[in-house]
């Protein structure tokens, strides 16, 4: 059974960069039938996508965080990253891992790692 | 302010069916594939139905999803207690370039 799970720091500054990690067990990164990807969600608030990313091409991240994003692939790890930069309290939120079945199609999901910004 | 819109809140007693709409444009629903999450408070969210229609395994066939034009909708049949939850659409967007997402949906089992 797939199993995905977000690892990093639940408390960041103002202006550092967040970095999270989604550890894949009972799979691999390294699939040539998904993607990979982080979806977020403010306390109390709904779902945002941020991107995804194939194991052998580019990230695609949301043109909302205006270049802020960072996904990449470790197939040696079986791990995927994010990063995000310049993180301000706007972007304290629960942070998911997920794997794409398909375009907006998150079939698995980590159990979600809270981030809060402040200082 | 999200890109496709869903009713804040729905409502039904057991066994009814309830309807959840979510409305969009032709960059996204009109043109791209729909999918439908599930999220109870304090937990990750599920997926429910992915490419307008379709049931990953596990979810019950009372759970459908429909789509036309610019519009989509998820049919919740022989409503159930455990039904009371957040529901989220979702589809890709071809002028945004995007993954956009619904503000959800809380459905209330009275």
């Known amino acids: 059974q797939l199993q995905l799970q977000e690892s990093g720091p639940g408390l960041v500054k103002p202006s550092e960069t967040l970095s999270l990690t989604c550890n894949v067990s009972?799979?691999?990164?390294?699939?040539?039938?998904?993607?990979w990807g982080w979806v977020r969600q403010p306390p109390g608030k709904g779902l945002e996508w941020i991107g995804h990313?194939?194991?052998?091409?580019?990230?695609t991240t949301n043109p909302s965080l205006k270049g802020r994003i960072i996904i990449s692939v470790d197939t040696s790890t079986n791990r995927f990253s994010l990063k995000m930069k310049s993180m301000t309290a706007a972007d304290t939120a629960v942070y998911y891992c997920?794997?794409?079945?398909?375009?907006?199609?998150?079939?698995?999901w980590g159990q979600g790692t809270l981030v809060t910004v402040s200082s | 302010q999200s890109v496709l819109t869903q009713p804040p809140s729905a409502s039904g007693t057991p066994g009814q069916r309830v309807t959840i709409s979510c409305s969009g444009s032709n960059s996204n629903i009109g043109s791209n594939a729909v999918s439908w999450y599930y999220q109870l408070p304090g937990t990750a969210p599920k997926l429910l139905i992915y490419n307008n229609g379709q049931r990953p395994s596990g979810v019950p066939d009372r759970v459908s999803g429909s789509k036309s034009g610019a519009s989509a909708s998820l049919d919740i049949s022989g409503l159930q207690s455990e039904d009371e939850a957040d529901y989220y659409c979702a589809a890709w967007d071809d002028s945004l370039n995007a993954v956009v997402l619904g503000g959800g949906t809380k459905l209330t089992v009275l």
């Open positions: 997920v794997r794409l079945l398909g375009v907006a199609a998150f079939d698995y």
């Open positions: 009972g799979g691999s990164v390294s699939t040539t039938t998904h993607y």
């Open positions: 990313i194939f194991y052998l091409g580019r990230p």
